[in-house]
C-alpha cells in the first residue's frame, strides 16, 4: 500500500519537476494505495485504498495520537509484567521500571517497541482491552469506516485491520498535532536509564529520513502475517506531502 500525504499544492512534483500537466502518473508495486492532502484531509489517489489488510505497527500511529490527546506526557508509567513479557520489537524495559509517558512514546515510534507500546495502553486506557475501546472510538472520530483495532502495538490478531484510505486520514490527522509532528522526525533520541549509568539511546528505525529528501516521518512495520508496512511523510519548501506506504513482500 502507499500513500502520499501533504498539500495538494505539491502533487504535481511526485515523481519529478514540472506542472501538473506534465506531472507522471502516480504508481506503485504496493499492494494497496493512497494519496491524501494533509491540509484538508482529502484523499487525491487510490488503489485498492479500501482493501482491509493487517497494519503491523503502523498500528502504533494510532496508540501515539490515542495517547498524546488522553494522557498527560509527564506522568510516570510503571512497567507491568505484560509489558515486560510482550514478544516482537522491544526498547527493553525492565519490569517495574518507570518512565515518563512521553518518553515512552518515543521509544514507542523511533523502535517500535511492543514493551513500550502496552506499557502505554496500561496506563492511558486502564488496560490493553480498554485502550483498544479508545482506538476505535478514536478511529470512529477521524472517519476511518474500514478499521479495527484490537490492540496497542499491531501484533496479527484477528479482528485488527485497517486500509489504506483509513490509514491515510489517520496519519493526516495525526501530524497536525505538533507533540506526534516532532516525535515521529526524531532521528535520535536519549532518555534516562534508570537501571544503568549510561541514558537510553534510540535511533529510528523509518530509514526513510536519511534516502528521502525532505522526509519527516512516520513509522514502519512488519510481522510474518502483514509483511512489510511503511507511513512516510515528507516536506519540501512550503508543500508539506509524504508518503503512507503498507504492502507485502
Given at each position: 500500500m502507499v500513500a502520499?500525504?501533504?498539500?495538494?499544492?505539491?502533487l504535481d512534483r511526485v515523481g519529478g519537476s514540472g506542472n501538473a500537466e506534465a506531472a507522471p502518473a502516480v504508481s506503485t508495486h504496493a499492494e494497496a494505495a493512497a494519496l491524501v492532502d494533509v491540509a484538508s484531509g482529502r484523499i487525491l489517489y487510490s488503489s485498492k485504498g479500501d482493501k482491509t489488510m493487517r497494519i503491523a505497527s503502523l498500528t502504533k500511529i494510532m496508540t501515539a495520537i490515542v495517547a498524546i490527546e488522553h494522557g498527560n506526557l509527564s506522568d510516570k508509567v510503571k512497567v507491568s509484567k505484560n509489558?515486560?513479557?510482550k514478544e516482537g520489537s522491544s526498547i527493553y524495559l525492565k519490569l517495574n521500571e518507570e518512565m515518563n509517558l512521553k518518553d515512552l512514546l518515543y521509544g514507542m515510534m523511533l523502535r517500535s517497541g511492543n514493551d513500550a507500546?502496552?506499557?502505554i495502553a496500561e496506563h492511558v486506557g486502564g488496560s490493553v482491552e480498554g485502550f483498544a475501546y479508545m482506538m476505535n472510538e478514536e478511529a470512529r472520530l477521524i472517519g476511518m469506516t474500514g478499521s479495527s483495532f484490537k490492540n496497542p502495538t499491531g501484533l496479527d490478531e484477528t479482528g485488527h485491520y485497517s486500509t489504506a484510505n483509513d490509514?491515510?486520514?489517520?496519519?493526516?490527522?495525526a501530524l497536525k498535532n505538533p507533540?506526534?509532528?516532532?516525535?515521529?522526525?526524531?532521528?535520535?533520541?536519549?532518555?534516562?536509564n534508570p537501571n544503568e549509568s549510561w541514558d537510553y539511546t534510540w535511533i529510528n528505525k523509518n530509514k526513510m529520513l536519511s534516502i528521502y529528501d525532505g522526509s519527516d516521518g512516520v513509522k514502519t512495520g512488519y510481522t510474518?502475517?502483514?509483511?512489510?508496512?511503511?507511513?512516510?511523510?515528507?516536506?519540501?519548501?512550503?508543500?508539506?506531502?509524504?508518503?503512507?506506504?503498507?504492502?507485502?513482500?
Open positions: 502520499w500525504t501533504g498539500s495538494g499544492a505539491g509489558a515486560f513479557g507500546a502496552t506499557a490509514m491515510a486520514k489517520l496519519t493526516a490527522y507533540v506526534f509532528a516532532e516525535i515521529v522526525k526524531t532521528r535520535v533520541k536519549k532518555a534516562p510474518k502475517l502483514a509483511k512489510r508496512r511503511l507511513v512516510s511523510s515528507a516536506t519540501r519548501g512550503a508543500s508539506a506531502r509524504g508518503r503512507y506506504a503498507e504492502r507485502s513482500g
